[in-house]
């Protein structure tokens, strides 16, 4: 949904992999890249995980990373705590989906109850994954009570695909249908299909890696942060966004490569291993139709997707900016 990912690294040196100042003056958090230091930093005692770049908010996406990284941490009271304040404050009973969006700072922090399919589907996998762990049943149960929601009300069946949208509201139009190629989470749909049959993911996978296939644009063939889906085979960078690989869609290569997805990986390898060849650091964002660049570098947290990608030493310390330690986290421990 709409989270400003502008966070990121104003400089980088590839002969020394092991990470990058942050812009705007943030520091490193003591300490590797692990859980209990991620857990230090970012998760409030109430079980929230608070984005500090985006004024202090909470999101689905976030508490859904929460869980998948308490449980591969091995925190089983962090993942309980996580979970239920997401139930106590994020989830919808009218669609049994989650809010995608806490902003203490407003009257009501729940202002907008659409969901962000990252974050359902990120939350759905973790509460499976943490099911067949720690023996609760309750967990198993009501992951499948948000897969069937995300099946009945995220998939939209349009120009002979089954389309997985970013959220129940605000994405289809008319003349096109508007998605998020970071939202195809590839580890966890392949899940949702040994849980739940073929019949029932088979197809939202098979359309969802057709669709990232035919996302690469402009001549470096890489994909975008959005998308507009207006035809049977039409595909292009979504009207009225940024036509920028950027901050959403440098999950794109962290989730193919963690699905082994290795076709999908390709362009994004050879533009990343092109400044890695000459010495320069990476821009966090270009445009795909101008080639304009960042005038700043990835983040620490994009440099651990980049060095996961092209089996380089990853950042060593854990960034104190939320979405860039997320990255880190992600790089370090999705399998």
Known sequence: MGVDRRTACLSLLFAATAGCAQAGGSKIVAGAISWPNFKAAFLDPSGRIIDNGNGGISHSEGQGYGMALALRGGDQAAFDTIFRWSEANLANRDTGLYAWRYDPRQPNPVGDQNNASDGDIFIAWALADAARKWKNPSYASRSAEIRRAIRSSLVLERYGRSLLLPGVQ??????????????????????????????????????????????????????????????????????????????????????????????????????????????????????????????????????????????????????????????????????
């Not at 690989?245 to 962290?254: E, N, T």
């Not at 270009?286 to 304009?292: N, R």
Request: hydrophobic share 45%.
């Open 170 to 335: 605000g994405f289809v139009k008319p003349d096109a249908v508007t998605l998020n190629p970071a939202y195809f989470i590839w580890p966890a749909l392949d899940a949702f299909r040994l849980l739940d049959g073929d019949a029932v993911w088979g197809k939202v996978i098979a359309d969802s890696e057709a669709i990232a296939s035919a996302s690469r644009f402009g001549p470096l063939h890489l994909p975008t942060d959005w998308i507009d889906i207006s035809g049977p085979a039409i595909v292009s960078p979504a009207s009225g966004r940024p036509a920028r690989f950027g901050f959403d869609a440098i999950r794109v290569p962290l989730y193919a490569k963690s699905g082994r997805r290795t076709s999908l990986l390709a362009p994004v390898a050879n533009f990343w291993q092109a400044y890695v060849g000459k010495g320069k650091p990476i821009p966090a964002w270009i445009d795909v139709e101008s080639g304009e660049e960042a005038p700043y570098a990835l983040s620490s947290g994009g440099m651990a997707v980049a060095s996961r990608t092209l089996g380089l030493q990853e950042p060593l310390d854990l960034s104190a900016d939320y979405y860039a330690a997320v990255l880190q986290m992600l790089a370090r421990f999705l399998p």
